[in-house]
Structures are given as structure tokens and as C-alpha cells.
């Protein structure tokens, strides 16, 4: 039987965790949030796909390949794009899956600018605020929505 797959979606900037902003974002790198998920993944028996693109585009088109992959759950941080695009939030809406939207931050404890989200009331869930923690907890939660536990 094959493991259900998750994608791990990264907007833009997140390359640069643990050098940006350490003061907001903390100084956990995206190759340490990507094998902390890994190894739960392999915990909790799902497989993860991960994807990182400072470009619009690269994650429009991921996300459409996501429709045909075998994907049934998408963990997304859309980062600076979750306050402008409306061309994400279609792409993500036109996959028909199931996804968390997830920041690091708190965003409503921020600029004014950052209180809106494109994505917040198609999501399943928001988490926002528990740092590189957010990631495993959503993890933990599309599992348990799966069907799957959430050990």
C-alpha cells in the first residue's frame, strides 16, 4: 500500500531562515524544519514531497502538479504572498485539497498590512506564531485528518 502524500509547500524567503530576521522568524533553517518533518513523517507513515520558491510562478505550477501527483494533503507557508496573491490562492483552490496555512510568526502581531490573508478561509486550519513547532503540528493534524492518527 502506498503512504498517503503530503505536499510541503515554502513561499518566498524561507530559503533564507535562520540568517533573516532571527528576532522574528527564530534561527531554525529550512533544511532543519525539512528533516524534523521528515523524520515525523516517517514516524507517522505518510510520505512528504518539499518544495521552496521565491518565484509566483514555480509554486503555481507545483501546486498544479499536485492536482495529478497522488498528493492529498498540502501544509503551506506562502509567506510574503499570503498578504498578495490572489494567483496562489486560486492555484490552491483549484487543487481541491485539503491544506493547512502555516507561519512561523504571529501574524496578527504585526504590521497592519500582514492581518489579511488570501489563503486563511480556504484553509483547513491556521497556525501561526509557534515558530518551526507549527510545521510538525500541522503535520500532526493533516494525518489525524487523513484518517491516519496522529501518534
Do not use: K, W
Not at 4 to 22: A, C
Not at 44 to 57: I, K, P
Not at 91 to 103: N, Q, V
Not at 112 to 118: G, L, P, V
Amino acid at each position: 500500500m502506498t503512504q498517503p502524500r503530503i505536499l510541503v509547500l515554502h513561499g518566498p524567503n524561507l530559503n533564507l531562515l535562520g540568517q533573516r530576521e532571527p528576532q522574528i522568524y527564530g534561527a531554525t533553517t529550512l533544511d532543519d524544519i525539512r528533516n524534523t518533518l521528515d523524520a515525523l513523517a516517517a514516524q507517522l507513515g505518510v510520505e512528504l514531497a518539499h518544495f521552496q520558491s521565491n518565484h509566483e510562478g514555480a509554486l503555481i505550477d507545483r501546486l498544479h502538479a499536485a492536482r495529478l501527483d497522488g498528493t492529498r494533503y498540502i501544509l503551506i507557508n506562502p509567506a510574503g504572498y499570503t498578504h498578495t496573491s490572489v494567483a496562489l490562492r486560486d492555484a490552491i483552490a483549484a487543487t481541491d485539497l485539503p491544506f493547512i496555512e502555516i507561519h512561523l510568526s504571529n501574524i496578527y502581531r504585526r504590521e497592519a498590512f500582514r492581518h489579511r490573508s488570501f489563503f486563511s478561509d480556504l484553509a483547513v486550519a491556521v497556525i501561526s506564531g509557534c515558530g518551526a513547532h507549527g510545521y510538525s503540528l500541522a503535520l500532526r493534524h493533516a494525518v489525524a485528518e487523513l484518517g491516519m492518527g496522529a501518534n
